[in-house]
């Protein structure tokens, strides 16, 4: 075929991580490669630690894989998630998650389109180790990748 655009391989260890309090988020595919269709990050969640508030999106899906340990997903009712579940929270939908087990949980995330990439840096930026959080701050970056807090309007 003419016009194929050629793969890449990325090996374990050579993506960019962002850690948001205890939460390690390494950035497999930021877009740059999809023509911006969809990013995919690897989660690790440590033992007994919760995720973000509950959010929603207004413009992109975002897929959730539980590769190892145990997730909670919160996306209406509370889903226990062992690893091979796959949880997609499309656009609107409240959501959140986290790990009640007693081992780390591994959770691939995919983003599409692309654009959330952006929110996990900021965000890892204004959480860096030591940094105390400014909530209006949060807010505002929040609201520029369409990502608002349970019971948020936004323009309200």
Not at 28 to 52: F, K, M, Q, Y
Request: with cysteine.
């Amino acid at each position: 075929m003419t016009g194929m655009s050629e793969i890449r391989v990325f090996p374990p260890n050579s993506e960019e991580v962002v850690r948001i309090g205890p939460i390690s988020i390494r950035i497999l595919e930021d877009g740059s490669d999809t023509e911006r269709r969809i990013s995919i990050a690897e989660i690790t969640v440590p033992p007994h630690t919760d995720g973000p508030p509950q959010h929603w999106h207004a413009r992109h899906d975002e897929g959730f894989y539980v590769v190892s340990g145990e997730a909670r997903f919160t996306v209406g009712a509370e889903h226990h998630a062992p690893p091979g579940t796959l949880v997609m929270v499309p656009p609107g939908a409240v959501h959140t998650f986290g790990n009640p087990g007693t081992e780390p949980c591994v959770i691939l995330n995919t983003f599409t389109p692309d654009f959330y990439v952006g929110y996990l840096r900021e965000l890892g930026a204004l959480m860096a180790p030591g940094a105390a959080p400014d909530e209006a701050l949060i807010l505002e970056v929040m609201a520029r990748y369409e990502t608002y807090p349970a019971g948020w309007a936004p323009n309200a």
